[in-house]
């Protein structure tokens, strides 16, 4: 079951579950947004994997990897609406 995705009215934040996250850059390629997510997807499930494991490191370093991902989505790090030319 998909769930209901509200934008904010700026478009920087989405609602999801009465929950409010930070939203992907939409001036992102989508050939590079595609790449970001499914290594966003790979690093979670490494993530899962490492704890199932009990394995600390490996769990940072998925952990690591997830950041990255979100940071280039533009869901982290800093906000892509301020940057020099950003749409938002």
């Known amino acids: 079951m998909a769930r209901e995705v509200e934008h904010t009215p700026d478009g920087h934040d989405v609602v999801i579950d009465g929950r409010r996250w930070r ?21 979670r499930r490494a993530v899962g994997a490492a704890k199932r494991a009990e394995d600390l490191e490996a769990e940072k370093a998925a952990r ?13 790090g800093p906000k892509w609406w301020e940057r020099p030319g950003a749409s938002g």
């Open 23 to 43: 939203a992907t850059d939409p001036g992102l390629p989508e050939e590079r947004r595609q790449e970001l997510v499914n290594e966003l997807m790979a690093a």
């Open 64 to 76: 690591a990897r997830v950041h990255a991902a979100k940071v280039g989505l533009g869901e982290r």
